[in-house]
């Protein structure tokens, strides 16, 4: 899948797009979310002036589109709950799939947290699929915020931004060999717990790193 800027000629297919969509959440019991007439030929094309709607396509044809926005997004000032972390973020919205192919919604989520930035998004209390597709790929519920243009009500999810190999509590860089021996300061090294059944090693954290027995992360020791 191809991700890009939409365009005005974008309008019809956008718009089927929605219809496709609205229709799909009508039929899993989420039929109030996005009402008759939305988004609306006037909203997207607002929004693809600003360069903010972004067109999902696969084998030529569009098969979804989102908007990606940057800066605080005014609905998430308040909100019935907590933000894990007052982070700058990117907001995901309307975002949408024809239905034609899978994994438009993550492709999504992908292109936008390699932005370098946290993502919040927010989605109604009956979009039962939408719910299990944030936290399937990393966000949190957070708790309840309500819409600037009407007041309903959405169920707001966050997810921290991805933090560059070999910095604290991101995944082991591709290719890094496991170091076994004497933890040595400032030598990545990787925890095995869980990955091999009774065999850990020291901690890959630069903040673990010299500790000795047991590490930071909590795993069972340093395997020598």
Not at 166 to 195: D, E, F, I, N
Request: overall charge positive; hydrophobic content about 35%.
């Amino acid at each position: 899948m191809e991700i890009r800027p939409a365009a005005e000629a974008d309008l019809p297919a956008l718009l089927a797009v929605f219809e496709t969509a609205k229709a799909f959440m009508a039929a899993h019991g989420n039929p109030t979310q996005w009402g008759p007439g939305y988004p609306g030929e006037a909203l997207l094309r607002d929004q693809i002036r600003r360069g903010v709607c972004y067109v999902v396509e696969a084998d030529g044809r569009m098969a979804g589109t989102f908007c990606c926005l940057p800066g605080a997004d005014p609905s998430y000032a308040q909100i019935e709950g907590a933000w894990p972390e007052d982070v700058p973020y990117l907001t995901i919205h309307r975002l949408a799939s024809s239905g034609r192919v899978h994994g438009v919604a993550r492709a999504c989520i992908d292109w936008c947290a390699a932005r370098g930035l946290a993502l919040r998004i927010d989605t109604h209390r009956d979009n039962l699929v939408m719910q299990r597709m944030l936290q399937k790929n990393g966000f949190v519920y957070c708790g309840v915020i309500h819409l600037a243009e009407n007041g309903e009500p959405r169920l707001a999810y966050h997810r921290p931004a991805r933090r560059p190999p070999g910095t604290p509590g991101s995944k082991r860089p591709p290719g890094l060999p496991v170091q076994r021996g004497t933890p040595l300061a400032g030598v990545l090294y990787h925890c095995g717990r869980g990955r091999r059944a009774g065999i850990t090693f020291s901690c890959w954290r630069p903040s673990c790193a010299g500790r000795g027995p047991g590490c930071a992360c909590g795993c069972a020791g340093f395997q020598g």
